[in-house]
């Protein structure tokens, strides 16, 4: 009847034709831009956010008025350490879940597992359940471990990233743990009488000889520097060293104890033996002496401990590189150092301590043994208000310093759970 197609109905099918292929290109759009958004996204979290390399430092009495103490006696008042520079600084309190104030062991675990725990724990929930550490992620990840200490790799610091225990003093035990069930990759430290059998002049009584065991599994034994200096890392070697009975040389005993490593000797070494692996690698790190100096009642020992380990922490950043994730930690805080009186701003040294023309000693502690520290002919009086075999743990908050990726959310007042979810999300 119409021969011809009205008018009105083609820019109808028209304007519908173009509706559709607009709308197209509006999806297709947002599905490249919504892929292109994950995209980033992953390289963000997987590619570029995740340092190759992961050190932690671990040390006691490391609080900000034993920091200044620290820097004036190294330095005097203008001085500044090196790990003071790191970008990223916050205060971390050390408690544990069933006191307000915590000891090493707690402190360590916390923030080694992410969970607080009882006093004296280690890597166990109140519970009695056995807690995964951040090595023990780190090995799961494919990440090389290693795990350094200046004192018994089985003091209750380091032992927190690879022990389940509730007894730290049981140290035989735990060296046994160290070797049989945490297969970390390097391991230096001090400690070796714990390893021994007793016929041998070790304190073992079960006859076990834990350095024969880890050779037989194919561990390069090392007890000096010289033997830890020559290991090549080229061949990617499992190492285990140690270099002492005991505790390692403080700083002060250096020379008298050559053939001992430093601890910036043993961070160096150790990092140049992990970074061969081709998913990295996570090192912990005690500079357990400071806390050893406290149980002491050494406050200039103490100090200058604090210097040594400033001295590793550089080493740390110098080798592992300037894209590395370097945390130093302090845990459990005890004595109660104070460095007291007005010295002069340039003075450093031994001309900071002794006693002011008023009678009153420049480093006094508030509980501890009670001695007097003589060096370089001078006599040091560390006045003790309430003498005691062993110094009580203090409440006060502890500093952390941190520098590389994942690590802007290190500011404020922080917990150990919270530092562990930095460093989790960084293996």
């Given at each position: 009847?119409f021969?011809?197609?009205?008018?009105?109905?083609?820019?109808?099918?028209?304007?519908?034709?173009?509706?559709?292929?607009?709308?197209?290109?509006?999806?297709?759009?947002?599905?490249?831009?919504?892929?292109?958004?994950?995209?980033?996204?992953?390289?963000?979290?997987?590619?570029?956010?995740?340092?190759?390399?992961?050190?932690?430092?671990?040390?006691?009495?490391?609080?900000?008025s034993?920091?200044?103490?620290?820097?004036?006696?190294?330095g005097?008042?203008?001085?500044?350490?090196?790990?003071?520079?790191?970008?990223?600084?916050?205060?971390?309190?050390?408690?544990?879940?069933?006191?307000?104030?915590?000891?090493?062991?707690?402190?360590?675990?916390?923030?080694?597992?992410?969970?607080?725990?009882?006093?004296g724990?280690?890597?166990?929930?109140?519970?009695?359940?056995?807690?995964?550490?951040?090595?023990?992620?780190?090995?799961?990840?494919?990440?090389?471990?290693?795990?350094?200490?200046?004192?018994?790799?089985?003091?209750?610091?380091?032992?927190?990233?690879?022990?389940?225990?509730?007894?730290?003093?049981?140290?035989?035990?735990?060296?046994?743990?160290?070797?049989?069930?945490?297969?970390?990759?390097?391991?230096?430290?001090?400690?070796?009488?714990?390893?021994?059998?007793?016929?041998?002049?070790?304190?073992?009584?079960?006859?076990?000889?834990?350095?024969?065991?880890?050779?037989q599994?194919?561990?390069?034994?090392?007890?000096?520097?010289?033997?830890?200096?020559?290991?090549?890392?080229?061949?990617?070697?499992?190492?285990?060293?140690?270099?002492?009975?005991?505790?390692?040389?403080?700083?002060?005993?250096?020379?008298?104890?050559?053939?001992?490593?430093r601890?910036?000797?043993?961070?160096?070494?150790?990092i140049?033996?992990?970074?061969?692996?081709?998913?990295?690698?996570?090192?912990?790190?005690?500079?357990?002496?400071?806390?050893?100096?406290?149980?002491?009642?050494?406050?200039?020992?103490?100090?200058?401990?604090?210097?040594?380990?400033?001295?590793?922490v550089?080493?740390?950043?110098?080798?592992?590189?300037?894209?590395?994730?370097?945390?130093?930690?302090?845990?459990?805080?005890?004595?109660?150092?104070?460095?007291?009186?007005?010295?002069?701003?340039?003075?450093?040294?031994?001309?900071?301590?002794?006693?002011s023309?008023?009678?009153?000693?420049?480093?006094?502690?508030?509980?501890?043994?009670?001695?007097?520290?003589?060096?370089?002919?001078?006599?040091?009086?560390?006045?003790?208000?309430?003498?005691t075999?062993?110094?009580?743990?203090?409440?006060?908050?502890?500093?952390?310093?941190?520098?590389?990726?994942?690590?802007?959310?290190?500011?404020?007042?922080?917990?150990y759970?919270?530092?562990?979810?930095?460093?989790?999300?960084?293996?």
């Amino acid at each position: 009847m119409f021969p011809f197609r009205l008018p009105c109905l083609r820019p109808f099918g028209f304007a519908r034709f173009m509706t559709t292929k607009i709308r197209n290109k509006i999806i297709f759009l947002t599905c490249i831009f919504a892929f292109l958004g994950l995209g980033v996204l992953i390289y963000r979290e997987w590619v570029v956010q995740r340092p190759f390399a992961v050190v932690l430092f671990v040390a006691d009495n490391l609080s900000p008025s034993q920091l200044a103490a620290g820097r004036i006696f190294t330095g005097g008042s203008g001085f500044r350490y090196g790990l003071e520079s790191m970008p990223h600084v916050a205060l971390v309190t050390p408690r544990s879940r069933d006191y307000a104030v915590a000891d090493s062991a707690a402190a360590a675990t916390a923030l080694a597992t992410g969970q607080e725990v009882n006093r004296g724990a280690l890597g166990l929930s109140p519970e009695g359940q056995s807690l995964e550490s951040l090595l023990s992620l780190a090995r799961r990840q494919g990440r090389a471990t290693g795990l350094v200490s200046n004192t018994p790799l089985t003091d209750p610091a380091p032992a927190a990233f690879y022990a389940h225990a509730t007894d730290t003093s049981d140290t035989t035990a735990l060296a046994v743990q160290l070797v049989d069930e945490a297969p970390m990759d390097v391991m230096l430290g001090g400690g070796a009488s714990q390893l021994a059998p007793a016929e041998q002049g070790g304190t073992r009584k079960d006859g076990r000889d834990l350095l024969l065991d880890m050779r037989q599994r194919g561990f390069d034994i090392v007890r000096t520097r010289a033997e830890l200096e020559n290991t090549p890392g080229w061949r990617s070697p499992q190492v285990f060293g140690v270099f002492s009975d005991g505790d390692l040389a403080f700083v002060e005993d250096q020379p008298r104890y050559a053939s001992q490593p430093r601890l910036a000797d043993l961070v160096s070494r150790a990092i140049g033996l992990l970074q061969y692996n081709r998913k990295g690698y996570f090192l912990v790190v005690n500079a357990g002496l400071s806390g050893r100096a406290a149980d002491l009642g050494r406050g200039e020992t103490l100090l200058r401990e604090i210097g040594a380990l400033d001295e590793a922490v550089a080493a740390a950043l110098q080798y592992a590189g300037e894209d590395a994730l370097v945390m130093v930690a302090g845990l459990a805080n005890s004595g109660g150092l104070q460095l007291n009186g007005f010295s002069f701003a340039p003075d450093r040294g031994i001309a900071v301590l002794g006693t002011s023309a008023a009678g009153i000693p420049a480093l006094s502690w508030a509980t501890g043994p009670s001695r007097t520290q003589t060096k370089e002919g001078s006599t040091t009086a560390e006045v003790v208000a309430s003498p005691t075999e062993r110094p009580a743990p203090v409440a006060g908050d502890s500093l952390v310093f941190a520098s590389g990726p994942r690590t802007d959310s290190v500011r404020g007042f922080l917990t150990y759970p919270q530092l562990n979810e930095v460093l989790r999300k960084s293996l």
